[in-house]
Structure formats: C-alpha cells, structure tokens
Nanobody, 129 residues
Framework: QLQLVESGGGLVQPGGSLRLSCAASGFTLENYGIGWFRQAPGKEREGVSCIEYSDGSSYYADSVKGRFTISSGNAKNTVYLQMNSLKPEDTAVYYC??????????????????????WGQGTQVTVSS
C-alpha cells in the first residue's frame, strides 16, 4: 500500500520537545521534496518545513525557524521533524506530504492536500501546561 504515516505526536509542556516521523511505504522518497504541514482548529493550514530528500536542502516557515529541524536518514525512507522550544501556538495536527511536481521552494505555500501525490493521516501535537 502506497502511503505516508506520521508518528511521534503527543502532549508536551511549553518549552518542551517532540520529534515527529514521516515514513513512506510502497514507494521511495528519493525523488521528492517532503513537506510538513499543520492545521489548528479554526485556522488555515500552514506549511511548516520541507526537505529535498536527494540533497538535504531544507526550508522553514518563519514561525518555526530556529526551533524546528527537518532531517532525513536514520531509518530509510523516513523524514523527521525535531521540534524544540515548543509553544502553545504550535498545537495542531501535523501532516507530511509529497508531490513529484512540487519542489520544496513551492511546498510551504502549496497547502491543499489535493495538490499532493501522497498526504498522511496526521499526528496531533498539543503544547499545554
């Protein structure tokens, strides 16, 4: 089955950290830019970060720059989002997605799931004391 599966979400206190994983099954991530998105209740979907799997180049939204780090490696066909110094406003469902025709330079502003080849089911991140 061709799919992306996110994991690693949970409840964390402000200032804490979480590491999200995005694992691809049934296809390889080698030719893709892999994007992370989030959506909080009542808010628009936001592009958070993207990594070009082939060369590791990465992109970040201003809202997470300096706090989040995207990476690939460790497990094959998996991308990670390390989230540090978490804030209550980071609370959202986080999704990963890929599209062969959308490079990372466009991913952060291309946020509709219908525009992607694969879009994961999401993992909830809650930042609260």
């Amino acid at each position: 089955q061709l799919q992306l599966v996110e994991s690693g979400g949970g409840l964390v206190q402000p200032g804490g950290s979480l590491r999200l994983s995005c694992a691809a099954s049934g296809f390889t991530l080698e030719n893709y830019g892999i994007g992370w998105f989030r959506q909080a209740p009542g808010k628009e979907r936001e592009g958070v970060s993207c990594i070009e799997y082939s060369d590791g180049s990465s992109y970040y939204a201003d809202s997470v720059k300096g706090r989040f780090t995207i990476s690939s490696g460790n497990a094959k066909n998996t991308v990670y989002l390390q989230m540090n110094s978490l804030k209550p406003e980071d609370t959202a469902v986080y999704y990963c997605a890929v599209d062969l025709g959308t490079p990372c330079s466009e991913v952060l502003t291309t946020t509709h799931p219908d525009l992607y080849d694969y879009w994961g089911q999401g993992t909830q991140v809650t930042v609260s004391s």
